[in-house]
Structures are given as C-alpha cells and as structure tokens.
T-cell receptor, first 113, second 110 residues
Framework: EPEVTQTPSHQVTQMGQEVILRCVPISNHLYFYWYRQILGQKVEFLVSFYNNEISEKSEIFDDQFSVERPDGSNFTLKIRSTKLEDSAMYFC???????????FGPGTRLTVL | QKEVEQNSGPLSVPEGAIASLNCTYSERGSQSFFWYRQYSGKSPELIMSIYSNGDKEDGRFTAQLNKASQYVSLLIRDSQPSDSATYLCAVLERADGLTFGKGTHLIIQP
C-alpha cells in the first residue's frame, strides 16, 4: 500500500540553524500539507500546497518557514533560523483530491537545542 | 478561530465494552469530519471519515454526525486492549488544513 515517507526520523539542531525536513507524498496525490505537534499538544496545521504554490497557511507559518516541491516527488519544509519553540514532531500529509482523505507520514522529530 | 473540542480523558473502558468518544466543532461550514487514532510518538492514522448527517459503520467502529448540533462521535464496539490510544477528531472546511481537537486518551482495561 502506498504511503507517505519522511526523512529524517529525528533531527537535532542548534538554535539559529536552518533545517530542511523532507517528505515524499503518495505518488498520485495532488495536495500536500505540513503539520506540527508540540509534545503533549494538539496537531496543528502549518501549510497546504497545491499546483506548486501555497494554498493556505496558518498563523504559525511565518517568514521563518518555507515549503518547496523541488522535483516531482519531494516536498520540503525549511525552517530558516530555528528557535527552541520549534521543537516538535512535524508531519507531512498528502491528499489525492478534494473529498479524499489526508494520509500522514510517520513524522520527523525536531529537537532544537 | 476554528475550534474542535474533545474531552481529553483519560476515558477508561473495560475490554469488550463500547467506548464512546465525542467531539464538537465551531465552524458551521465544515464539510468533512475525521477520526484519527494516534499511538504515543506515532503519526495520526485514519479510522473513519464522515461527510453527511447520520451514522456510518465500518467493522467495530461507528461514526455519528449531527451538523445541526455541530457534533461528531465515534463508537468502538467490543473494545480491545489494542484500541488503547489517543483518538483525534479532525474537521475540514474545504480542501485545506485539518483542524484537530486535542484528542481523547482511551484506555481499554483487560
């Protein structure tokens, strides 16, 4: 069964450093998402991406964040200058089309020291 | 501000009994409703989706939707210890981001 994959599974970085989290969505899916979950808190929507552009973003997704689909398979989330409060699980999800279900990847645990 | 409310629990249910999980949402225009299961340290896993008023059954799971009351529920029949997890209610307005509740921690007691 096709699945969303994410790398790395765990990323440790120093405050102020840039990180790139990578996702490979399901191959025939057209909509892509990033969510985060701070430990013990709810899953929060960051950004959605369709047709090579951002379609919606939350208040969390400020200028420190960017997304890119550099090729036909990868979908990346970049955090330019990480802060301690960016420590969280980051989940990628993809969706085939409107009315379908979002399928989540296994997540990347980001730890900012 | 979109809100999805769930009782955080823990909800403790004996093995073999029915577990009942509830969720309310604030956005009347919400169109799609989902129940995800999340084990500790893992990603959300879809259990059920429901789009119209009424009940939808899938195996031991039944989702119920009442748009007038802005209320979604999930029933788990014949609860098993492996059902112990956090259950996340999620709501979608359009083809954009899901709004999640904080989740209900369910414990099935053997």
């Amino acid at each position: 069964e096709p699945e969303v994959t994410q790398t790395p599974s765990h990323q440790v970085t120093q405050m102020g450093q840039e990180v790139i989290l990578r996702c490979v969505p399901i191959s025939n899916h057209l909509y892509f998402y990033w969510y985060r979950q701070i430990l013990g808190q709810k899953v929060e929507f960051l950004v959605s991406f369709y047709n090579n552009e951002i379609s919606e973003k939350s208040e969390i997704f400020d200028d420190q964040f960017s997304v890119e689909r550099p090729d036909g398979s990868n979908f990346t989330l970049k955090i330019r200058s990480t802060k301690l409060e960016d420590s969280a699980m980051y989940f990628c999800a993809s969706l085939q089309g409107v009315g379908d279900t979002q399928y989540f990847g296994p997540g990347t645990r980001l730890t900012v020291l | 501000q979109k809100e999805v409310e769930q009782n955080s629990g823990p909800l403790s249910v004996p093995e073999g009994a029915i577990a009942s999980l509830n969720c309310t949402y604030s956005e009347r225009g919400s169109q799609s409703f989902f129940w995800y299961r999340q084990y500790s340290g893992k990603s959300p896993e879809l259990i059920m989706s429901i789009y119209s008023n009424g009940d939808k059954e899938d195996g031991r799971f039944t989702a119920q939707l009442n748009k007038a009351s802005q209320y979604v529920s999930l029933l788990i029949r014949d609860s098993q210890p492996s059902d112990s997890a956090t259950y996340l209610c999620a709501v979608l307005e359009r083809a954009d981001g899901l709004t999640f509740g904080k989740g209900t921690h369910l414990i099935i007691q053997p």
